[in-house]
């Protein structure tokens, strides 16, 4: 019989069979188990190695090392893969003053948070977007992309992709062919739109135009949501209860839609009240998170993240959370990305929560 066993598996093995009863293959888990960890990147420790990746490293087309400047965010539970999550991707990205990294495009879709610097700028599409602290910027995937800084300081911001997902999904292209398009020697696109085109078209709210077209239902147009006028929705809505689990967040949406700006990625920023803490919930997306205002901490399973300004910290899905203020006076904001709109269209977007007396209940049914 053991005989008969060993010729079994020595044959499975030579036709790359698997025996299942001895494989037991991870997907018969009983809840998802991400290998991401949850994380927290300290921006007190990653400013200086950014800040010299800006001296050391050279931006730019032809003579440069780099056609990005950005270190990569990457989770200490996937084994040195370049990702923050199994299906997300993150990067602190620097561009010094006069510098230009050259256009390109790609099938995933990347989305930027401003951490620091006035001047920096991106041209989508041939709409210069210019960045600062705060802003959001939505570069919807196959879109021509470079960027540039006419200020006196550095440039910085979070990238948040969906990298890994495409990858899995065999969808990734990347085109760096930008000079097909025109001249040789050129590497950034011309500005062929009005400064903040699309913010006056898309971000009134309420509103959308119908003299231009066709409305893109899959990526929000508006390719940039201004710091100022979010943060004073914050506070306008600051008198509302909020969510139990996140309290006063809004999400950024496709105007046409009212849907998340990407297929694939959402994008969201909350408002913890002085003092407030959010009760526990778990759900099957990936959170990435940075901090924009405040201090305090999210409590991921047994792990606590104490953060403050510019950290970036990762809450893997599945994971219980939850959120605390710990200044007594002051408001604590987090601008967050996640992977929910994919796992909403695929049907496995599940959600519990903690009730107030600490029963667990399934919030999405
Ligand atoms: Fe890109
Ligand atoms: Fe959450």
Same mark, same amino acid.
């Given at each position: 019989?053991?005989?008969?066993?060993?010729?079994?598996?020595?044959?499975?093995?030579?036709?790359?069979?698997?025996?299942?009863?001895?494989?037991?293959?991870?997907?018969?888990?009983?809840?998802?188990?991400?290998?991401?960890?949850p994380?927290l990147?300290?921006?007190?420790?990653?400013?200086?190695?950014?800040?010299?990746?800006?001296?050391?490293?050279?931006?730019?087309?032809?003579?440069? *090392?780099?056609?990005?400047?950005?270190?990569?965010l990457?989770?200490?539970?996937?084994?040195?893969?370049?990702?923050i999550t %199994?299906?997300l991707?993150a990067?602190?990205?620097?561009?010094? +003053?006069? @510098?230009?990294?050259?256009?390109?495009?790609?099938?995933? %879709?990347?989305n930027r948070f401003?951490?620091?610097?006035?001047?920096?700028? %991106?041209?989508?599409?041939? *709409?210069?977007?210019?960045?600062?602290?705060g $802003?959001f910027?939505?570069?919807?995937?196959?879109?021509?992309? $470079?960027?540039?800084?006419?200020?006196?300081?550095?440039?910085?911001?979070l990238?948040v992709?969906?990298?890994?997902?495409? /990858?899995?999904?065999? &969808?990734?292209?990347?085109?760096?062919?930008?000079?097909? @398009?025109?001249?040789?020697?050129?590497?950034?696109?011309?500005?062929?739109?009005?400064?903040?085109?699309?913010?006056?078209?898309?971000?009134?709210?309420?509103?959308?135009?119908?003299?231009?077209?066709?409305?893109?239902?899959?990526?929000?147009?508006?390719?940039?949501y201004?710091?100022?006028?979010v943060?004073?929705?914050l506070? =306008?809505?600051? &008198?509302?209860?909020?969510s139990?689990y996140d309290a006063l967040i809004l999400e950024y949406?496709?105007?046409?839609?009212?849907?998340s700006v990407a +297929?694939?990625m959402g994008f969201a920023i909350q408002l913890l009240?002085?003092?407030?803490?959010t009760?526990?919930h778990?759900h099957?997306a990936s959170t990435v998170y940075c901090v924009v205002e405040?201090?305090?901490?999210t409590?991921v $399973?047994?792990?606590?993240l104490?953060w403050?300004?510019?950290d970036v910290f990762v809450v893997p899905g599945?994971?219980?959370h939850h959120h605390?203020?710990? =200044? =007594?006076?002051?408001?604590a904001v987090l601008f967050s990305a996640s992977d929910a709109p994919?796992?909403?269209?695929?049907?496995?977007?599940?959600?519990?929560?903690? /009730?107030?007396?600490?029963?667990?209940?399934?919030? %999405?049914?």
């Open positions: 019989m053991d005989e008969e066993r060993s010729a079994l598996t020595r044959l499975a093995r030579q036709l790359h069979l698997q025996e299942y009863w001895v494989a037991q293959p991870d997907f018969q888990s009983t809840a998802p188990r991400s290998a991401a960890v994380h990147w300290r921006w007190a420790d990653v400013a200086p190695v950014l800040r010299k990746t800006g001296e050391i490293i050279g931006v730019g087309a032809h003579v440069a *090392e780099a056609e990005r400047r950005a270190l990569i990457s989770n200490p539970g996937l084994g040195g893969r370049p990702d %199994t299906t991707y990067d602190l990205q620097l561009v010094r +003053p006069g @510098e230009v990294a050259p256009a390109h495009r790609h099938t995933t %879709t990347a401003i951490m620091e610097g006035e001047g920096g700028f %991106t041209v989508v599409a041939g *709409e210069k977007v210019t960045m600062s602290r $802003d910027v939505n570069n919807p995937a196959w879109l021509w992309h $470079d960027f540039g800084n006419e200020g006196g300081e550095d440039a910085i911001w990238d992709l969906d990298v890994p997902l495409v /990858t899995t999904l065999n &969808g990734v292209f990347y085109d760096y062919d930008f000079w097909k @398009e025109g001249d040789l020697d050129k590497t950034a696109q011309s500005v062929r739109q009005p400064p903040d085109h699309s913010h006056a078209l898309y971000g009134i709210g309420g509103v959308a135009p119908r003299f231009v077209g066709p409305a893109d239902r899959l990526y929000s147009r508006q390719l940039v201004r710091w100022a006028s943060r004073a929705a506070d =306008r809505l600051r &008198g509302w209860p909020g139990p949406t496709n105007p046409e839609t009212g849907g +297929p694939t009240r002085p003092g407030e803490q009760r526990a778990r099957t405040g201090q305090g901490y409590q $399973d047994r792990q606590r104490e403050s300004g510019n599945w994971a219980w605390v203020n710990l =200044r =007594r006076s002051a408001d994919a796992l909403e269209k695929l049907g496995l977007y599940r959600e519990e929560a903690r /009730t107030e007396t600490g029963d667990i209940v399934s919030v %999405t049914g």
